[in-house]
């Protein structure tokens, strides 16, 4: 299927590695004029050159911290007017709520609720002007089922989905989309972060809770970044443009619900 998007200009945050890259992947190869965001120079480099190998077309990268105001600017200047945005932050450590403190709080909104935010009220109105914009914030499946070691994550993320609920049925109908993906189990660091940790406080290794989890999923595996970049490239396409709101669970069939 062609996606009618060749030619469109993306950014995507935090694309070195993991799902944003997976993201970045998928939207340079239906032909999108793609910038990636990473805090890390040598890695964000590294990973424009491959991509750009991979797909032919152009990827440009910038190295800037996107939860700060001048990290914001700079990935705007590096890609202004944008038609896709895909924000995406690092998760919040995992751990025990009690030890958090205030400070620890404010950096979790501030990353994955307030920065997502912002880079959305810097692109939507010209999305609008345009008529056509697609916004796909990468979020997490807990979300819909909150995990308890990841305090943090729960309340920043879900603050960020209740916002987008409200804006996201004002924009549908100049063709601006507003969804978010709720990531389950994929092969990636921020996975295997969370594997070193609770690995510790159970006494085991983290390669046996690997097992131990696999063992654990309906799918029998951890998804492919790839996988959940295509779904992000779809959610991108001109076809999708009726669906605006939605948190797309992507998970292998974990969540036991109906709804």
Not at 92 to 108: L, M, N, V, Y
Not at 217 to 238: H, I, K, M, Q, V
Request: aromatic residues 6%; charged residues 20%; positive net charge.
């Amino acid at each position: 299927m062609d996606l009618g998007i060749k030619g469109k200009k993306a950014l995507v945050c935090g694309a070195s590695k993991g799902l944003g890259r997976g993201c970045a992947v998928s939207l340079a190869r239906e032909g999108c004029e793609v910038t990636i965001v990473g805090r890390t120079k040598a890695d964000i480099e590294a990973a424009a050159k491959e991509m750009q190998a991979m797909t032919g077309s152009k990827v440009t990268a910038v190295a800037v911290d996107i939860t700060t105001p001048e990290g914001r600017a700079a990935a705007l200047a590096a890609c202004p007017n944008p038609d896709i945005v895909v924000t995406n932050a690092g998760g919040p450590p995992p751990g025990d709520f009690r030890k958090f403190s205030r400070d620890d709080w404010i950096k979790a909104i501030d990353g994955n609720m307030l920065t997502p935010i912002e880079l959305i009220k810097a692109t939507v109105d010209g999305m609008i002007a345009r008529r056509f914009g697609r916004i796909v914030n990468i979020t997490s499946s807990a979300v819909k089922a909150p995990i308890d070691f990841l305090a943090l994550s729960n309340g920043a993320r879900s603050g960020l989905t209740g916002f987008v609920a409200g804006l996201s049925r004002v924009t549908v109908k100049h063709n601006v989309t507003i969804n978010n993906m709720l990531p389950g189990v994929f092969d990636t660091d921020r996975l295997r972060t969370n594997f070193e940790f609770n690995a510790k406080g159970r006494g085991m290794t983290a390669e046996a809770l690997r097992n131990e989890r696999i063992g654990q999923l309906p799918s029998g595996r951890f998804g492919d970044p790839s996988e959940f970049g295509d779904l992000c490239a779809y959610l991108c396409s001109a076809q999708a443009g009726y669906i605006t709101g939605q948190n797309m669970l992507i998970d292998g069939g974990t969540y036991p619900g109906t709804f």
